[in-house]
């Protein structure tokens, strides 16, 4: 008895055998775990024992007398005689407890599992009373017991329903004891329980750490009835204790029996939480007294993980081959799951281990592999190879390149691979070694060959051709070229962004295309300072590495939208990019060792020249594209665009027929706008409709369905139309001189390759398409516009000024009508979204317009006693400049002598306070509108008159300038007329 003397629990039978409860663990074990552990079972005889015990017969006897007056006590015929003496001291012998506490016990309320027969487990009770009482009776007694009773799934719900408002409350549980709430409910204090419990000795009472409650560890003996309650608090239950039924040991509970331990044997072996019962279970004999199978099937539901419900069902159970048969089938689940659970750990297992082995092979073979020499380790592959890339382009590169980069690689092969710092070294080493230091593409300065591909490309554009070719001649004579800043000025659509690749092809130079619209972040421009996670150079460090030369050509598109920023100005970054003195060492952020940018060939693009900074503007070279004639746009329909859209659309040659006077009356009423890109638009619209009626009449696609890359189908169109440089790249390709182009938008254009054969080709035998302007309606719809022109014949009042607008030159009339007559009521009103300096201007052509009149007519009082309302047509569109002067004081005098104007003349001029005539801007765009509105004669200021000389004959030819520098002049030519004669010249066409 060992175990005894060490504290482990032992509860015996009165039968020969005792059963021995040896705990997998102390009790106080059991009371940590807070579970229910089950605790092997030995049968033994009296005397096998007696050699370890000497007072074991004693002990033995004393247990008997004790149970045998309990159960006379359940039975209910004790008659409340005191307790017998227990003699072992600590506690472990059941001792026959006084009567009355038989009948009367403490409920001890288990919130989890039923206590079974036979088995320990460790309960927590929180009711003081109840912990006082029970500690006052093992003081007194030695013994305490109670009756265990598992709480009811449903008794939360039921409590939470009682405590609502309007219910009556009927308890409060707190632990193992019940607070009465509502008084008159005492009758169920108890009800919360199952009925069914298991009588309990209290074997230890350990009071927890620095708490109230304590944990009990409780050693269930038999099954009992609770009767009715006693006590609230503590809850006291009258109790009867339950008799298992009569059973006939026969051979199927034998065998039931030996299933039962051979499947506990079996848990045991399986599962290493029952070890320790495994040697205890071999004591068992396979046939031993079948009296013991109640016993040893509570033992078998003891160690199952069966639910609460379950194990109270077993627990009520009073049929013991009946609960033989459920516990032997509650073992064989919980085996079944301990399987189960193995074979996941084992799978868990296996993965970690074969991943194990994985890198523990992995490393090896590096190692080998390293050892023979056979291969580097990754740092020193990623140093190599930085060396070798640098190692091309070592001897352009400038000292503190050199030396950076050595350092880096040596701070490189310091450093651990999975180190962050690494990461970071290693993508500037990257970019460092991107760099093409010192290496230029070859320069060529063939003009001829220039102006061959400036002209394949784009008709026109003379300024900018010409300013190419300048700089090449330059280039020639000095034997080198230096970085130039050209800025293309003009409206939307006329070639400015396309012309930029062309001069590339025509250079021979890598081409790379950035838009700074909206760009308002300066890191785009000079890079993130390194310390930034994911830092990234600028785009012009971008740029270098991905043409892989030092003199491509940049186009910077929409530069006169360059962004505000809140972080630097990207204007100033700008500038230090773009100004020759600067960018020779230009520095960026990222990179932080200058690079030589002073070979790079600038080109910008704007709208406007007035949003532009104005130190970005002085360092630029301004060429004005302004918009095509109707002729010039008809020429680059028949000649650029429509070959393009053909080859786009996939339409054969000579299926389609477009008219000329179907092109011409597209520009006229479809395409009015300064540029051609709507021009586009709209024959890619009539050649996809083209397309559709070819298939429907039968056209064939290509033989060969092998599609290059460079070829477009009628797909790709809407993407060539939303990037012109489609039309350029395409022109391009057919050359076959084409550079390799990197374009910020584009990326890059792959190489081209010649269609492999002829029959790559759609093919159509009908008779071809034909496109005539009657026909344009079903293609294109309605003409937008039929007619700049508002009036047929002006009336007096109504003059027709010349404006110029980001879109181009357009006409644009003033309207002058009286509002009120009446002595001292003279004043003007303007409308039409007029700016500050528009409205100056009217006053100023109000005040010389009376003074005008005055020096005319001494007599006239018209505009101190006339209300004017002076409007600008178009209201929404927003209008200012001083350049309408001339035509406000003329409709202001048409008005006050009730006089037209002579009829299509168009006018355009600043005017003074004193009637001088100031020059304005923009006067090819002024032409080109004037002629597109049929006007014959144009009203320029004097000191325009270069302006307008330097035009192309064909822009000015049809129109008659008059050159002005007083208003008396103006005056002549609009008003000096008679009225008849105005009406006799009236407008040619409407
Ligand atoms: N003179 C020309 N000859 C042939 N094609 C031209 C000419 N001018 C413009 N185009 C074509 O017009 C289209 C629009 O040109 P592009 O995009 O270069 O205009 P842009 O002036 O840059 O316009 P935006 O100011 O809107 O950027 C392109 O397909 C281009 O090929």
Redo the contacts with the bound molecule.
Sequence with gaps: MAALQRGRCVLQTASLFRITLLGACSPRDVARRGVLQPVGVRWCSGSEDSGSSGNYLTRFWNRMRGEKAAEKQDNGSGSGQGASSGTAGNGMIVVKPPEDRFRKVLAVELSRRPLMPGTAIPVVVNNRKMIKELQELKNASGQAYVGAFLRRPEAEQLQQQENEPGSSLWLSSTGGGMEIVSPNLKRDAASHLFEVGTFAQVHMILPNEGADPAQLLLLGHKRIRRMSVVNSDPLRVTVQTLKDQRHDNDDEMKATMMEIVSTMRDLFHMHPLYTEQLKTLHSFGIGANLNHVSRLADIGAGITSAQDVVLQEVLEELDVPKRAHVVLMLLKKEIDLVKLQQQIGKRVEEKISKDQRRYFLMEQLKSIKKELGLEKDEKSALIQKFREKFSKYEDGAPKEAKSVIEEELEKLSALEPASSEFGVTRNYLEWLTSIPWGHFSKEIFDVEHAIQVLDE?????SDVKDRILEFMAVGLLRGTTQGKILC?V???????????KSVARALKREYFRFSVGGLSDVAEIKGHRRTYVGAMPGKMVQCMKQTGTSNPLVLI??IDKLGRGYQGDPASAMLELLDPEQNVNFLDHYLDVPIDLSKVLFMC???VIDTIPGPLLDRMEVIR?AG?LAS?KRW?AR???EP?IKEATGVPEGSVEMHDDATDVLIEDYCREA???N??NQLEKIYRKAALKLVKKGAKGPKRQEVHSHQKGAGDMEMETS??????ST?AETSGTSPSVVDEGLKSVPETEPPKEATDKASYDGAPIVISAKDLADYVGAPPFKSDRLYATTPPGVVMGLAWTAMGGSTLYAESAVVEKGAGKGSVTCTGQLGEVMKESATIARTFARSFLFSRDTDSDFFSDHSIHVHFPEGAVPKDGPSAGVTLVTSLLSLAMNKPVAPDLAMTGEVTLTGKILPIGGVKEKTIAARRSNVKRIVFPEGNHRDYEELADDIKSGVEAHFVSEYSQVFDLALGHSAEEARANGPSTV
Aim: hydrophobic share 30%; aromatic share 8%.
């Design positions: 490309d784009h008709y026109g554009l293309l003009g409206p939307p659509g006329v070639g400015k962004t396309s012309i930029g598109d929409e693009t704007a709208n594209i095509y010039e680059i000649k650029y665009l393009q540029g051609v890109r021009l586009r990037d012109e440089e489609g039309a350029a022109a």
